[in-house]
């Protein structure tokens, strides 16, 4: 019995390599002018004249979590995060985000951040109670972000 051979198809190479030289053979010399051809060029690396050598740093203290052990911290967490979510059913919003956020912050005596700079330029963040009955909220201007790929659809089978 005859077997038949399919003919071999040759790929297209991907758009990202189609700029760079691809050789047929692998000779060293080959390798090395190639790697050269397509080498970028880099300047010379030196130290930074603005960078201060780094002091001793202080005694390391156990990690904390808006003044809490992480222990602490999740105990509170889960607390707050345990109960709507057996509760609610269907998929996470913004809203519901929104309203995590501000159970964990009521729950964490309401944390705020200032930030203090020193004579010598550095910022002191210290922790303080917020007199505020929301938490804060951060926008961030995504409006020159490029909007994300839309999936390819599946086509239903027949």
């Not at 760079?20 to 010379?44: C, I, K, W, Y």
């Not at 904390?64 to 889960?78: A, D, K, L, N, P």
């Not at 964990?104 to 705020?112: I, Q, Y």
Request: hydrophobic share 30%.
């Amino acid at each position: 019995m005859m077997t038949l051979r399919r003919s071999r198809r040759t790929r297209t190479l991907p758009g990202h390599l189609r700029d760079f030289l691809l050789e047929g053979t692998m000779s060293d010399t080959s390798v090395e002018q190639r790697h050269l051809r397509n080498a970028a060029v880099l300047p010379a690396l030196r130290p930074a004249a603005s960078v201060s050598p780094v002091g001793e740093c202080p005694q390391e203290e156990p990690l904390s979590i808006h003044g809490r052990s992480v222990q602490e911290f999740q105990t509170v967490y889960h607390s707050v995060m345990d109960s709507p979510v057996r509760k609610r059913a269907g998929r996470y919003t913004l809203q519901h985000g929104l309203e995590v956020k501000q159970r964990l912050w009521e729950k964490l005596d309401r944390p705020a951040l200032l930030e203090t700079e020193l004579p010598d330029g550095r910022v002191v963040i210290t922790q303080v109670r917020s007199r505020s009955s929301v938490p804060p909220h951060i926008v961030v201007d995504i409006s020159k972000e490029p909007l994300p790929k839309e999936p390819p659809r599946k086509k239903p089978r027949h």
